[in-house]
Nanobody, 122 residues
Framework: QVQLVESGGGLVQPGGSLTLSCTAS????????MGWYRQAPGKQRELVATFTPRTREGKKQADSVKGRFTLSKNNTQVFLQMNELKPEDTAVYYC????????????????WGQGTQVTVSS
């Protein structure tokens, strides 16, 4: 069974930095999309940044984080370097992946991590 495990959330002052990590474990044939979403209290879950083959750049990123957040990856891991954090970045951040598990005989499935809290406050 595939699992996504996040780490790196916490409390940080405005203007500070945090790095989130997500590791996919299990038998994985191929990863199609992998990245991060977030959900603030009372709001819908939204895309932060993700690797995807559906754009020319190979990535999609929310306008609100461009120039401040950097997405990177290493095999079955994805990282989100968050700089110049603002109070409006406060949310639960979820790792997301669309992948083919097992030995490649099945269809792509979507997986979510359990979420990690990021709080930006003085």
């Amino acid at each position: 069974q595939v699992q996504l495990v996040e780490s790196g959330g916490g409390l940080v002052q405005p203007g500070g930095s945090l790095t989130l990590s997500c590791t996919a474990s299990g038998i994985i044939f191929s990863i199609i999309d992998m990245g991060w979403y977030r959900q603030a209290p009372g709001k819908q879950r939204e895309l932060v940044a993700t690797f995807t083959p559906r754009t020319r750049e190979g990535k999609k990123q929310a306008d609100s984080v461009k120039g401040r957040f950097t997405l990177s990856k290493n095999n079955t891991q994805v990282f989100l370097q968050m700089n110049e954090l603002k109070p409006e970045d406060t949310a639960v951040y979820y790792c997301n992946a669309i992948l083919v598990s097992g030995y490649g005989l099945g269809s792509p499935e979507e997986f979510w991590g359990q979420g990690t809290q990021v709080t930006v406050s003085s």
